[in-house]
């Protein structure tokens, strides 16, 4: 008798053990202790919630993710779920790195456009939050310089906000009139100023087909685009590629610069020395309406994973409003869905970031999703840094569309 | 005896002339260090913005040690520090022995073939990690090892794939081998008609009169060993195993934390600069030992 | 087990006869450099082999896409250079027409290099180099203008940095070398930038260069009462190369310090205290006992320092990312952005490779002139 007791007992404890698969999820977020308790608070929840999976977290310097996951990808050792920079999704779709998302019909109707990633027509990554760009400014500077406070519904125009950089710069109260943040190297240049020249009618790359940048990185309009961002620093209007990371950080809120071109993770500290004065103005409308960059960090499935059902579970389970508003409380990052924005008290109705929501809702376009946008950034970063240092601007813009065209040929047109 | 006087003070001048010298050059060099470790008790705004000027060098203003506590706070500090220095550690004590040892042979013995490999061995110094890394990858991936769970495939995620790769390096060895050309042969020529073994000249022979290359060796590398960030990226998955220069990424947020770099930095300085004050003596004690050698 | 098997080979080697003797010698030479060769070959040499054979192939760092062997095609992409040139604009009478300035307008080479049905061979080419040759501009194109400022850039960065690191560290070692109270904080202070990792390094110094209010400015300024102009030292194409090469001097000069201190102590005090007696003064000691004594120093420092010099990225990727205007391109920088950032391992393994043969070609050359010597 007690030996049978003794065989069901451990028979019941390998069934359970058993039945609990272990998951691996990596996420980018080493180092920042708000989003690590707020994901370690999700996966708690999930792994109690029932009784098939447990969720493993190993965290990753945001730095160098890429390359961590990348060195991953090639000695096989990928984890179940991964998290994976938006505009890089398609990227690693495309080379089989990801599977496409299993979820319940309907679970990202509300989601802010930016937050969901698709991939070849089917999902394949879905985020929590989402950044949104705004221009930083001064009620008391706009108004004691005459210049008109745009609004979402009519924002400022090219010559307006033209005029507007000459009238800040020639006020002399400031170093320079306007911060685009040339400090910021790497992948704020194409985040932050594609909308430009999306606003002006160009783009990176010919969204029709995805095969060629030629016409719509070099044509009239990004042309037009690219004299315009070279004056810019010819007329000594904004700090150029030499600009310091102190400067970026703090010239705003100094009051080095006049107006600055910054995201939402950067509010709270400008609140802090402005108050009330402090504007979050919507992007000035070059043409073609003021656009934003979006998609932020999103979690996706490994193709290598042999439970995805538990991964989609998670990414399911994790996506619940509460958590996305829990995860906006501590970044301050946007929450994806209307209704977590609600229960937040940054983005609620009256809350002091709440005009964010609507500038991403209604100005943002995703950064190409072909998987060619990695090479494509890059060549778009330097492109805008020689701009910005004097190159003359058609060969410049003809130089990077060969080199976008030449990749995109290197790799049988990505798939399209 | 009017001269005598002259030399004296010229000599006390002299010296004079010496310290204003070596303190002037001094400057030069320290106020980077300086900046760093006021830096590390500044808080991040006013760090930046004393950048600009003078008080860049000076503890001023709102002083205090929260960025240390922070920066504990955020990152493993000590695991980091551990991993690096037993990394190092290993990779120094192993590679000061197989680098020498390769060196001897290079410089001292005659073997066929040696020009050769020696060239293609300082060919090699060139070749820029980052060329070989993803091929490195694939191949430690793929080599066994015997460790307490028995017989593995793929180094990934341990110690071993950040050591055992960087034992044998291209420098060392030519150091060794420049240095050990100087040595008079005929110390050795004695030594071989004593009937010693080329392993006992190597031990008792050379070793003892060459404090001063083993730790020109060992401290060049432990600097490349202490600061490599590519590789222990791409193969310490998880956190135990991460160096200290993967951990000073843990600092770069959105908001770069920079009073807590600062602090991070002035932390993961302090075994290099002991390391490097312990091989001082190695020198000091050779400049005695090579007045009794001649 | 290496030691003992080796002490039982060579211990009786004296006794036998010359020619075993030698076989014996020759048998501990490899066994000795056994160990290090090993493990070079397997975690540096394969690799790099195996880097060399990704360049002949059109490899992506990741890709669904089959591999395909090219041959030379990454190699023909670098280095494809074509000379062409520009004739003037000209007017109806056939008069060269002039711009604003009086200038000779020339077309746009964008005509010839795009699209153009008529020079197929110029289609994708980029300029270089131009020269004006009477009315005429001749163009130097290349496939790739950006890795030939790269190689540029590089060879001006060694040329410059190896005597200036290699003369200011032996400086440094011979001060630091004195008998003098206290010079070991010294030695420890100019040894600090290499401490500190370069990657550190770059971010504070770009504080320091800072084209408004950096460091660098304000003193200059204070130092000559306010004459001196702020010069934005890393965003103009004339000063940034110059800024970075400043800046890797400074940092390496202790690493190579220290060589040449190692260096010193290895020449026995005998030969000093013989000078002295035959009344050598301090200039002739250096001449003829330090530095005949440093010869294979010298040597040592001078490849190494050649180098680490064709190395150089992390200054270029921390500070200027190859800007402005590619006037910081640098081989090993472009390498890496290719190989791993636009994860095209091929081309970027074809940099690497044609890298290794010019510093190999150098090198050789290197140990051919200071063998002379001897």
């Known amino acids: 008798m007690k030996k049978l007791l003794g065989l069901l007992t451990a028979l019941l404890i390998f069934t359970v053990a058993g039945a609990q698969t272990e998951l691996s999820m990596w996420y980018h977020g080493a180092g920042n202790a708000a989003e690590r308790d707020t994901l370690l608070m999700i996966i708690e929840d999930f792994n109690n919630s029932q009784s098939d999976w447990v969720i493993n977290l190993e965290e990753f310097p945001q730095e160098s993710y890429n390359e961590s996951i990348v060195a991953a990808a090639l000695s096989g050792n990928l984890p179940d779920i991964i998290d994976v920079d938006g505009p890089v999704m398609p990227n690693w779709a495309w080379s089989g790195y990801m599977q496409p998302l299993n979820l319940s019909e309907g679970a990202l109707d509300d989601f802010l456009p930016g937050a969901v990633g698709v991939w070849n027509g089917e999902v394949y990554s879905v985020g929590l939050w989402d950044a949104a760009i705004a221009m930083f400014a001064r009620r008391s500077v706009l108004e004691a310089n005459g210049i008109r406070i745009p609004t979402l519904e009519q924002p400022w125009t090219l010559e307006e906000f033209d005029a507007a950089l000459e009238t800040l710069q020639a006020s002399g109260e400031f170093e320079f009139a306007f911060d685009p943040g040339m400090a910021w190297t790497g992948e704020w240049y194409p985040y932050a100023f594609s909308p430009f020249l999306q606003s002006f009618g160009g783009d990176m790359i010919d969204r029709s087909t995805f095969l060629t940048a030629e016409g719509a990185l070099n044509g009239e309009e990004a042309l037009a685009f690219g004299n315009w961002w070279q004056s810019l620093f010819e007329r000594d209007l904004a700090p150029g590629t030499s600009q310091d990371g102190a400067d970026r950080e703090t010239g705003f809120i100094d009051g080095k610069y006049a107006l600055q071109w910054n995201g939402n993770w950067a509010a709270l500290a400008a609140l802090d020395a402005y108050g009330d004065d402090l504007l979050f103005l919507p992007a000035p409308d070059f043409g073609n309406g003021p656009i934003i960059g979006a998609a932020s960090w999103q979690f996706g499935v490994a193709a290598s994973s042999e439970n995805p059902e538990g991964a989609n579970a998670f990414i399911e389970f994790a996506i619940q409003d509460e958590y996305l508003a829990a995860f906006s409380q501590a970044t301050g990052l946007i929450p994806a869905t209307q209704s977590a924005a609600a229960i937040t008290p940054n983005y609620a109705a009256g809350g002091p970031l709440e005009v964010f929501f609507e500038l991403s809702n209604e100005q943002s376009l995703i950064r190409p999703p072909t998987p060619g946008y990695v090479v494509m950034a890059l060549v778009f970063e330097k492109a805008l840094a020689d701009i910005a240092n004097g190159a003359d601007v058609q060969d410049t813009l003809d130089a990077a569309v060969d080199e976008i065209n030449a990749d995109i040929e290197n790799n049988n047109g990505y798939g399209f | 005896m009017q001269a005598k006087n002259v030399r004296g003070r010229n000599y006390r001048l002299g010296i004079y002339a010496r310290y204003a010298t070596l303190i002037l050059i001094g400057l030069i060099f320290i106020f980077p260090i300086v900046f760093m470790i006021v830096s590390s008790f500044k808080p991040d705004l006013q760090l930046l913005r004393d950048t600009s000027s003078l008080r860049a060098f000076l503890p001023v203003g709102d002083i205090s040690v929260d960025n240390y506590i922070e920066a504990f706070e955020r990152a493993p500090i000590g695991r980091f520090i551990f991993n690096s220095v037993f990394i190092t550690a290993v990779s120094v004590g192993l590679g000061l022995f197989l680098n020498s040892l390769a060196g001897f042979s290079f410089a001292v013995l005659e073997w066929p073939g040696k020009t050769i490999v020696l060239a293609v061995i300082i060919a090699t110094l060139i070749i820029p990690f980052e060329t070989i890394a993803i091929p490195l990858l694939l191949i430690v991936n793929f080599l066994p090892w015997f460790g307490l769970e028995g017989f593995t495939q793929g180094w990934l995620d341990s110690y071993q794939v950040q050591i055992i790769p960087f034992i044998a390096d291209a420098l060392s060895v030519f150091l060794f081998t420049q240095f050990f050309r100087d040595l008079p042969k005929e110390i050795i020529e004695a030594a071989r008609i004593d009937g010693a073994s080329w392993w006992q000249i190597y031990q008792r022979v050379l070793v003892p009169i060459s404090g001063p290359v083993f730790a020109t060796a060992a401290i060049l590398k432990f600097l490349a060993m202490y600061n490599q960030f590519l590789w222990p990226l791409m193969v310490a998955q998880s956190e135990e195993f991460r160096p200290v220069m993967v951990g000073l990424q843990y600092f770069f947020q959105l908001n770069v934390a920079w009073g807590e770099i600062m602090a991070y930095l002035t932390i993961i300085t302090v075994p290099v600069l002991i390391f490097y004050l312990a091989l001082q003596r190695a020198f000091i004690e050779s400049i005695a030992s090579s007045g009794v050698k001649g | ?374």
Not at chain 3, 37 to 48: D, E, K, R, S, Y
Not at chain 3, 129 to 135: D, E, M, N, P, Y
Not at chain 3, 255 to 261: D, K, P, Q, R
């Open chain 3, 1 to 374: 087990m290496f030691d003992a098997r080796t002490k039982a080979t060579l211990s009786s080697a004296p006794k036998t006869s010359r020619g075993n003797r030698k076989n014996k010698e020759a048998f501990a030479g490899w066994l000795m450099a056994a160990p290090a060769i090993i493990l070079l070959l397997t975690f540096l040499i394969v690799p790099f082999i195996f880097a060399f054979g990704l360049s002949l192939t059109n490899q992506r760092l990741i890709s669904p896409n089959p591999t395909e062997y090219v041959g030379l095609r990454n190699y023909k992409r670098l280095l494809n250079v074509r000379f062409f040139t520009l004739k003037p604009l000209v007017d109806a009478e056939g008069n060269p027409v002039l711009d604003e300035e009086g200038q000779i307008s020339y077309p746009r080479l964008r005509n010839f290099t795009r699209n153009n049905p008529d020079y197929p061979q110029l289609n994708g080419l980029r300029e270089f180099k131009s020269w004006q040759v009477g009315k005429n501009r001749l163009v130097l194109l290349a496939s790739d203008a950006v890795f030939f400022r790269a190689l540029l850039n590089t060879i001006i960065f060694v040329i410059v940095v190896a005597p200036l690191q290699a003369g200011f560290a032996l400086l440094l070692a011979l001060l630091v070398n004195q008998r003098l109270r206290g010079v070991n904080v010294f030695r420890m202070i100019y040894f600090m930038p290499v401490v500190i990792s370069m990657v550190v390094v770059s971010m504070l110094w770009r504080f320091i260069y800072d084209g408004n209010d950096g460091l660098l400015n304000s003193l200059l300024s204070a130092v000559s009462f306010g004459a001196f102009q702020p010069v934005d030292w890393l965003g103009s194409p004339q000063t940034a190369l110059g800024s970075i090469i400043a800046m890797s001097v400074w940092q390496g000069v202790g690493f190579h310090m220290v060589i040449w201190l190692s260096g010193l102590q290895t020449i026995p005090f005998v030969l000093y205290e013989a000078a002295s007696i035959a009344g050598a003064n301090g200039w002739q000691k250096l001449r003829y006992v330090t530095w005949p004594g440093l010869r294979n120093t010298a040597v040592l420092i001078l490849i190494v320092i050649t180098m680490q010099s064709f190395s150089l990225y992390t200054q270029v990727q921390v500070m200027t990312r190859g800007g402005p205007l590619d006037s910081t391109q640098a081989i090993v920088f472009q390498a890496v952005q290719r190989g791993f950032e636009k994860q095209d391992i091929a081309g970027g393994s074809a940099i690497s490779v044609l890298l290794f043969l010019i510093v190999l070609f150098i090198s050789i050359m290197q140990s051919y002139l200071t063998r002379e010597k001897r």
